[in-house]
């Protein structure tokens, strides 16, 4: 064997390992490492210049990459092993495109991001709601006048809304605070005080009502909340009493609620302990701040935001006058065409009526209650830094029936559960039987709201109310989630127009003679 041949062995050698090992021969090719075909002599180099390599080749595989820590020589190892495994990766990817997996519309995809649809369902909604609004344009002609409103108020002083009745509340609301200072001190006993509370009570619903029954226009509203004030005045005080009799000389406010935290404002409003919240300041207080629930000291935000108080003052206003243009340009005419069909008994045509009616009822009731519970009473609550502004919660997302009632209105929620509910419950009352009591009491006030103003008593907003009850139970019981939160849709959109039409209707028949 030549001195040529036995050279090549080597390096042929060598070349076998570059192609089944290419990671270690690239770094070593990285690194400076020179091969040489057979039969070619090595290159004379300069002796500082190979000097210089060598030395460089050494700071190359000494140096430590700043990002990764590791040497130079295997972090190249590492990128060229990388550079193999997403080519195998690729190669399986162009070989093979499905895997297991859901469509997104089935409910085991887990899939849940549905904001597309969402939004293509107002842009629906809005579409057809321009096409009714345009066809009540092109049909009745413009029908909305503000003036008309204002005109009525002006022309007729009974016609105002209730403000000789504001006025003569005051006598009511004096009569509370001075029974409760009468009993504060001893001078009458408890149980004088306490029919003194009911006279008081009592005077409250029949005096507006008798009120209404003889003038024009007029509306007990403001009694009914008026009343429910009164009452938990009355009973936050007596507790009090209980309190300083049983275990203690001074009264602080949490005597009165004893969970309620103090809000960053409190270092600037004084705490007040009973008696001393027996005074005009704090009962005028109580009667205008936006709740139905008294306590010795209420949460006091620590200013008035001026921008805050603009903005819900002008949402005051502008829903205003949203609200009367819709009531005058399409509930007006849409209930008026109504009358012949239930006259007739024409039960197509009463359905067809219905269902006309429940989308421009429905759209009023949530301008309302945006217009009430968020702007009016935000603005009031605001304007007199009252801190609680808990006044609805998330009463869209019910899924029962209960859950509706007791977070689509908060101030009477409290009440109700402050006052009625948790009283029953401590006397050994059922839970359903409690509930039942509640629903009854909303029942009553319901048809008193209703049937006082209009001077007719027909008791379709009390059986309203009182099928509730049934429904509640029904749909807690059969059905669930979504199907749950459908039916407190459909029993909002389907049971108000309902209840306009039957009293629309019998005002008609009583103040007419017919209905056409």
């Known amino acids: 064997m030549s001195d040529r041949a036995v050279m090549r062995g080597p390096v042929t050698r060598g070349r076998r390992t570059t192609i089944t090992g290419g990671g270690a021969a ?12 057979a039969g070619e002599k090595p290159l004379a180099i300069n002796s500082a210049k190979a000097k210089t390599e060598v030395s460089k080749h050494a700071s190359n595989i000494g140096k430590v990459d700043r990002q990764t820590g590791m040497p130079g020589q295997q972090q190249q190892l590492t990128n060229c092993q990388k550079k193999q495994s997403s080519a195998v990766e690729d190669i399986h990817e162009r070989l093979s495109c499905h895997t297991l997996q859901e469509s997104l519309l089935s409910s085991a995809s887990g899939y849940s991001n549905y904001r597309g649809i969402l939004n293509w369902c107002v842009v629906m909604l809005v579409l057809s709601n321009a096409r009714l609004f345009l066809e009540n344009i092109i049909k009745y002609g413009i029908l909305v006048d503000p003036i008309q409103v204002v005109s009525l108020f002006l022309k007729d002083p009974y016609s105002w809304p209730a403000a000789c009745l504001i006025i003569v509340s005051n006598v009511f609301i004096l009569a509370a605070l001075y029974t409760e200072r009468r009993l504060a001190v001893g001078t009458i006993s408890e149980m004088t005080g306490r029919i003194l509370h009911i006279f008081n ?7 507006p009502s008798a009120t209404v029954l003889t003038l024009t226009s007029m509306t007990p509203g403001v009694y009914t909340v008026l009343f429910l004030k009164l009452y938990s005045y009355q009973d936050a005080n007596r507790w009090c009493r209980e309190i300083r009799q049983a275990k203690a000389k001074r009264l602080t406010r949490s005597y009165s609620c004893p969970s309620m935290a103090q809000s960053n404002g409190s270092a600037v409003h004084a705490r007040v302990s009973y008696p001393g919240n027996l005074t005009h300041r704090d009962m005028y207080y109580f009667v205008c701040a936006p709740t139905l629930c008294y306590q010795l000291n209420f949460p006091r935000s620590p200013r008035i935001r001026k921008r805050f108080l603009i903005r819900r003052l002008l949402e005051m206003l502008f829903f205003t006058q949203l609200l009367v243009g819709l009531i005058q340009q399409w509930m007006v005419p849409t209930i008026q065409n109504s009358m012949k069909p239930f006259q007739d008994m024409d039960f197509s045509r009463m359905v067809e009526r219905l269902l006309k009616l429940a989308v421009p009822n429905h759209l009023i009731w ?3 209650f945006y217009w009430f519970f968020h702007s009016s009473m935000n603005f009031v609550a605001e304007l007199m830094q009252f801190g609680d502004r808990e006044f609805y919660k998330d009463w869209w997302n019910s899924e029962t ?3 509706f009632w007791a977070n689509w209105n908060i101030p009477v929620h409290k009440w109700c559960l402050r006052h009625f509910y948790k009283p029953m419950l401590r006397k050994g009352v059922n839970k359903f039987m409690a509930q039942t009591a509640v629903f009854l009491l ?4 319901h048809e008193y709201l209703v049937s006082v103003p209009l001077k007719m008593f027909r008791l379709w907003a009390f059986m309203g109310m009182m099928a509730q009850v049934p429904l509640a139970w029904f749909v807690g ?3 669930n989630g979504n199907y749950g939160n459908a039916a407190v849709w459909i029993s909002l959109i389907i049971g108000q127009p309902v209840a306009v039409l039957m009293y629309v209707h019998d005002y008609y028949v009583i103040h007419y003679g017919s209905t056409t």
């Not at 009570?201 to 005096?207: A, D, P, T």
């Open 401 to 403: 029936v209960t859950y």
């Open 366 to 368: 949530l301008i309302f």
């Open 477 to 479: 019981r059969f059905l």
């Open 26 to 37: 690239n770094a070593k090719q990285a690194n400076g490492s020179k091969c040489h075909d």
């Open 201 to 207: 009570l009592m005077f409250i619903l029949i005096f």
């Open 442 to 445: 909303s029942a009553f006030f």
